[in-house]
């Protein structure tokens, strides 16, 4: 037995290593595309401008920045031509931009577009470089206005790409940049009735700029204006509802004010320090944040500005302000109590507030703004009726800075691109956050689940399928360890969450790694969420059904061979350092992108790797997992640091019990009964026959013992019964 397990190894072993070795002699496709050289760029701009005498050297369209070429045919100007890393630049997968050549008539429309550098490793080793290029090529003909989508759409106002299958994030964000470049461009230069847009900056307060004054100039100036409401013009509004008949009684009733209000922003310092006094003033600015305003609110009468209902925590619900169609209510933290005003010839006033206009609502003061009073009039026990009063207000030009109006090239932007792809892959988003959200209860409550071992198992195989078709296959989520790689160069330059939220799937299944991976170590993903460990055990359970001889390597060697995974990925880590591209092509140890991206059409040795791996395992499980797979090992290191370890064990376990290690097919389990978590891949075998009394020995001789001392309690209750029973 031990003979024929250790030439199964040998053999293993001698199929890997020249699957290995005929991987490696493959042509090296590591290298980045070599970029096309400036000589090399204007023989494409004369081939599609054949008639062209001239190009121009890069020159900027503002302030340094926008590089173009311009083309002239004798002194005509004809065209245009540019690189889009001169005018935009948006990481793609690789972390790097994709730099294009577009040439561009006068009109607007694509002459020529062509990539010319890129380091996107999927396109390196896998998937050919030709089909970006063709994907480039299909924008010749259309225009910078028209709204390119890539992929199918609805929409038939929209022209549409084809997806290059298996580069989604690389081709969407290629239309971003040709896109947004060439609308920049074009904005510049006014093609095909685009422009430059107007901006204009909000104007500040004159922070400097105070002179005393007393309540009567301020309020003939308009520097603080009035909102007189009369009892019969609150009447008038309320015709026609159902509160018209609480109209005053009495001609002089109807001329008595419902409220006298007055309002200015307090901010302006010669408002503010004449109201308020120059103690309270620099107290009240020293308050509000920079960007925010304030206003003061005064008013007497028989109805209040700031409403008898108004609660601690609540919102004013009788006064806001309105500009543009925005408006602007405010909350308990946007008030102040306003007691003291020692402005000359102050006329005193019942109630009176500032109320802060917090910055978030891109308040211009020196835009015209109104202070809406709304009016509520009861009519039942439980109904109202409302109306609402406007103040104008619009700020005395003396107090008041204002830019100058600039242009800008801004687009407007519906979404971000990672946005509009979460949108569109918001089924598989559902799917897959109710699954995660399942594994994370099997997880929580595994106690539970496990003592009832065909529940475990049937659940536990069904999980399996769901992560090898749906994730693998369906939405290409299989995690690798290049993703592990870009994530910690991502750091060493400017890092952006954009580019780990372009594709959602792998977003969402990281999310989950790293916080399972801490909380209970990296065998949730390993044993669970991983397609092609997935992959690998469905082919072994199989295969046991089908009573196919099992071969198990003995502890010792297994135990030696657990090393391997971590040279390869120091190994990888290394190569990574000087090219992320050159540790993506290496890292094709990993046969992930074969099995899953391109479902093992491409190249045969590529096949034949990935094929020994998966045969292989026919005969012992999870060969790959165990000793190659760098993403394990990665995924390794960081989950020493785990905060729990709900792997249940016994002080028998090991000695003398050994039954979970001789059953544990990762061979997780030392033969001193201990888990090694490191390798563990969470399948929760071990869980279910340490609570099966028929399996786990301490409980089988417990179980029997508990037998013995019940069937001695019946005999000796039977004994009783027949002593006590008289003889006849």
Sequence with gaps: MMKGCYRLLADSWVYLCFSVLLFFALPNGAQSMVPVSEEQQREIIFQVFPGATKITN???LVDGQFLIRRIYKDDVEIGYAFNTNDIVKIPAYSGKPINTLIVMGKDGKFLAVQVLEHHEPILLVGIPEQRLFDFANRYQGLSVTDHIRVGNDSSEEKHHIDMVSGATVTVRVVNETIMRAARKVARHLGLAGLSLRTVKVRASIKSEKFSEADWGSLTEDGSIRRLLLKRKDVDLAFVGTKAENQTAKNPEEAEKALIDLYYAPVNIPSVGRNLLGDSQYDWLMSEISPGDSAIAVMGRGDYSFKGNGYVRGGIFDRTQLLQNGKVISFHDSDYYRLDDVYIDGFPGFEEMAIFVIRDHYDFDPGEAWQLELLVRRQIGALDSVFTSFYGDYLTPEKYLSRPELISSDLEPESEALWVSIWHEKAFQ???????????????????????????????RQGYL???????????????SVVNVFTFLHAFQGNFQWDLFLLDPILFLLWSFVAMTMLLWGRGIFCGWLCPFGALQ???NEASRRLKIKQFEIPFAVHERLWAIKYVILLVLFAVSLESLSEAEYYSEVEPFKTTFLLKFNREWGYVVYAAVLLIVNIFTRKVYCRYICPLGAALAIPARLRLFDWLKRRKECGQPCRVCSNECEIQAIHPDGSINANECHH?????????RNDKCPPLVIKAKKQNRQKAAMERIKALDVTESVPNT
């Design 465 to 479: 399928i769901f992560t090898l078709v749906f994730i693998g296959w369906y939405t290409l989520g299989q995690l």
């Design 537 to 539: 055990e469905l082919i």
């Design 58 to 60: 890069k020159e900027s």
């Design 429 to 459: 988003i559902g799917i897959l956050s109710v699954a995660l959200f399942v594994l994370l209860g099997i997880v929580i409550f595994q106690d539970i689940l496990v003592r009832y071992p065909r529940l475990m198992q049937n659940l």
């Design 683 to 691: 399948c929760l075998d071990c869980q279910v026959t340490y609570y």
